[in-house]
């Protein structure tokens, strides 16, 4: 195992000569050219070493797990690489224009990892390991949101970003394959984290100071990441941001009856066998949708029992105002109750039911999304934040509310109405656009990265407000209407209808 600390030579030539055009990194049989990148941001450019679409496994095989490989001669890693195949250029919601790919060319030679690190930097840097949302369907971690320039060169943290494949080509229900082989891209997850975890030391990153990130999605992978440790273990502290609810839906059925692989001797084979653009276009069109398996390897469902049993790493997790937002516009009952119905296979109390409890407190727009923000997102972390902290984990919570119209995510002017899923990802990042930030939007961005960043580098004290389990108030609500951008409330500011919603969770397991 390689574990090179920076040379002191290396170091005073880049405090000397600035960023290098062409950084290079060395590992044990290979060499690792990157290149120096600038992001523009709202309060100046900045510019970090970046090592982009670095492979860390072999090209995959359809459908089956990743295979590790040992990098060998020159790696050239001065540009963006491919995205994985996916649906996403065929979605229909307001997330669309955010959650696009930073380089729109799709391949099924894509689980590649970005590296950005400090132009300067003669310590062992923490390391944030950020893992993409996108419902396991879609996304990337080369999106523009996800640029670790901003961080890397002015935070002293290394920022790694990873692809993984989604949808059908990341999980696959095939009755073919063997159930610890159902989740390719949690195995992709699991294999770049290990590639980070032997490597990182060679880019100047501390392989024992690995945060582990997600949003979304990405936040249920770090959940499962937290239920089914990597042996050894390769991160000292997690971050939840909005850990998705995924439908209990399976489309492979669907999926092998549109490419006419019924009757074929191996329907597994037959569905190897077509074109990968097709797979994308006939998900999209009919809307399939491809969970992952339960395997109690990379995935498994009830969480708010297996935490009692995964390691006692420090946790950060939350959820904003307004999840929903990006899903459909306006007051929209039947959609929402249809959305409804889908996530929770049927189960539990009616949509109509529980809109009509919210309409006694809420407006109409606020009672119509409720149902599933409270199900989808904000039940769902308290019951984890709670069983998290009452079995010694470290754990703090946040509830996101601040909205600003050059990040609205969602349909137009829906998040005047909330946070949507996904606005705290820009200012976390410092990708928020020039045009139309103001002061407001620079100060919290600011703090949201301290906040953040200081937690990855300091997971155990740097956090400023009550843990989770105390006898104070510990929900920290971050705004910015009016006053200080943070207070810190009793947590029955977001969760004081949760009690239907909780005890379906946990009927269901999918906390």
Known sequence: ??????????????????VLAQPSVQLPSANITGTALT???????????????????????RFMPPVAQQLSGDIDATQWKASCMQQGAHMSCGCTSFFSAYNAT???????????????ACEPLPVLFSIHGGNLQTGSGSLAVFNGVPIA????????????????????????????????????????LAWVYENIAAFGGDPNAITIAGQSAGGYSVKQLLLNPPEPLSFRAAIM????LLAPIDSWPALVGLTDCTTAPSQLACVQAVDASLIAELSAKNMLYFPPAIDNVTNSAHAELAIATSPRVPILTGTNGNEVAQFFPDVNPAMASALWTAVTGGRGPSFEQLYNSSLQSLDPYQAVRRPLNQYAYTCRAKILSERAAQTGHPTWRYFFNATFANVDIAYPGENAHGASHGAELPLIFGTFPSQGSDEDQVRLGKYMQDTFIGFVKDPESSLRWPQVGGSEPYLLFVDNKSGPVD??????????????????????GEV
């Open 1 to 18: 195992m390689l574990r090179l600390k920076p040379s002191v030579a290396a170091c005073v030539l880049a405090a000397a000569y600035g």
């Open 39 to 61: 992001y523009p941001g709202v309060t100046g450019a900045t510019t970090a070493n970046a090592y982009l679409g670095i492979p860390f496994a072999k090209p995959p095989q």
């Open 106 to 120: 799709q391949s099924e030679d894509c689980i590649f990892l970005n590296i950005f690190t400090p132009a300067e």
């Open 153 to 192: 060169a002015t935070k002293e943290v290394i920022v790694v970003t990873i692809n993984y494949r989604v949808g059908v080509f990341g999980f696959v229900q095939s009755p073919e394959l063997k159930a610890d082989e159902k989740n390719p891209g949690f195995l992709d997850q699991r294999m770049a």
């Open 241 to 244: 941001e909005s850990q998705t």
């Open 487 to 508: 207070t810190v409330v009793g947590n029955e500011v977001a969760d004081f209808d949760c009690g239907p919603y909780e005890a379906l969770l946990l009927m269901t």
